[in-house]
């Protein structure tokens, strides 16, 4: 690795497995301290901590609540307070959840959380790391290849909750580089939607993926 990113301090949400957990290793490889946050596996996020320190790096796992903005907001501050600065922000915790809209079975309080993680988690992050990201600072969105369409039935929410984030962006297509903007001295601070399919994230046995 280049040590390109020596002296920077990334965030990864929903870090504790899979694809967050691999981008949190590959960012401390280039030299970022990371800190990660995790919903419910404190043994996963501390091994992924264990391997961001064996690359030389500082690691922090968190625990919150991606569908709480306050305790999306108290793991920015935690991190500020352990790290001292934010340079990169990967918004990569996500939850799939299945049903359709007008199926009797369908869990509507599932639903409305996929929603608050998918969407409100990330736009709480990005409402409490704006002012700490530099000019140079980036956020990198992990999206799906399911946000801009829904290729089978019962995942219209999901497909939803997947295309929001992009939306913020001022790129008139996705998945072209984008700027989001922080209205905080009237910055941009630059954004990578990343869309991925299947293969990326947690599908299959389990509906959740990333906290």
Known sequence: MTGRLS??????TGASRGIGAAIAVCLAAEGADVAISYAAS???AARVVGE?????ARGLAVSADQADPEAVAELVRTLHTQFGRLDILVHNAGVFITGTIDSPDTDVAA???QFAINVGGVAAAVRAAAALLPDSGRIISIGSLFGPRSPWTGIGGYSATKSAPPSTSTADTWPERAALSVDRNR?????EPMPLG?????????ARFGP
């Open 7 to 12: 002296g920077k301090v990334a965030l990864a």
């Open 42 to 44: 404190p043994d996963r």
């Open 52 to 56: 961001i320190e064996a690359k030389g």
């Open 111 to 113: 639903q409305a959380r």
């Open 187 to 191: 910055r941009s601070v630059p954004v």
């Open 198 to 206: 299947p293969q990326g994230a947690h599908f299959g046995s389990s």
